[in-house]
């Protein structure tokens, strides 16, 4: 964690609400991904992290576990990430934290599902690390493009677009067709109407 002071009052409410959504059991299936991911990169091996959210944290922090996780999901000599460099400054980790996002969100992550720097890098909310790292292993199973290590159920599936391609002639079939839901004038005439601004007529 970062050199601050503990929280207090409201501040410190928000904080423990927001470290009651980190998952332990996701912090699991995410380390494993990103143990057998990285294992072939063709790199040396990842070290295995603490358990518990700090040792997440601090697996995570200086960025290159990251970096070599998203270079390993494309392919040989097309790495997004040109220089992973393990470095006690940090600028230098959170620069490569940046790296890792910026990588993220081309490979096709939504910018609304992706972690702030500061999530991370302080701790801040390590639920929003999780996410964003369930969402690429969702999506890196959905490409199908065998970069993929690992068991795909550990992931959601993404939905897929199913789109569907009409002929005209079919379209214009359609268009003669009056839908149940708009009603029927099927048995209405005009009998027993009288004409606009004259009194109704009780029988």
Known sequence: ???????????????QKIDRQYDPELEQVLVRWILAQCGNDGGSSVAQPAPGRDGFQQWLKDGTVLCRLINSLHPRGQAPV???????????????ISQFLQAAERYGIAATDIFQTVDLWEGKNMACVQRTLMNLGSLAVAKGDGLFVGDPNWFPKKSQENRRVFSEDKLKEGQSVIGLQMGTNRGASQAGMTGYGMPRQIL
């Open 1 to 15: 964690m970062a050199n601050r002071g503990p929280s207090y009052g409201l501040s410190r409410e928000v904080q």
């Open 82 to 96: 040109a220089k992973i460099q393990a470095s006690a400054m940090a600028f230098k980790q959170m620069e490569q």
